[in-house]
């Protein structure tokens, strides 16, 4: 239960008037600040820090609580980039000053080609670390400008990670689709059972394997090269 004295403190934080700062009469940035001239706002009330272009578009916006970059995961991104015409470029969610966004919610960090709109790439963060359960799909996605995945990596508690039978943990693409290399990781090390197969594996664009290592426990076993 909130106490007398803190709904006064919040109360007051509400009316307090923000920094705004100007050139040649035009808003460059709006800043809400503390009693101890750090950024701070109810990040249910809007941003704390509002940044202009010279032609009066909006940068970006930050939502900061206590100088810490903080916004509930469900109101929406802490911080947000804009296009000239006002699209969404680049957003990141942070929660206490780390990035963060339960991954069942979407990816932590999205960033989007700056003309088309399109996604660009796509990270999924808890708590400053790359994470998504395996069983979700990768934490890491990086696409070329036509739409199509560029490489995608599987990471768990910030290490590049997937059981192997589930398959490669990274993998990555031709412009066309076509898959270009296959690492297999266990907790952040080159790993793959022999009787499986090849940890890593590079395919050429005919869709050919022309080389490939096998590793057990980061250890190169023996290389084998099927393109003569």
Known sequence: MTSVNEW???FAELLRLPKITTYYELITRIKYTNENNKLHRNPYVGPAHIKYRRDGTIYSEEYCFNNELHR???EGPAYVEYFVDGKIIFQQYWVNGKQHRPSEEGPAVIIYYTYTQRKFELRWIINDKKHRPTEEGPAFIKYYENGKIQRKMYYV????????DEGPAYVSYYKNGKIHHKIYYVNGQYHRPIEEGPAKIEYNKDEQI???QYYVNDTRVYVESTLN
Do not use: D
């Open 72 to 74: 509930p995961t469900e």
């Open 157 to 164: 508690n910030n290490q590049c990670h997937r059981p192997t």
């Open 8 to 10: 006064k403190k919040e």
């Open 210 to 212: 022309i080389f490939q």
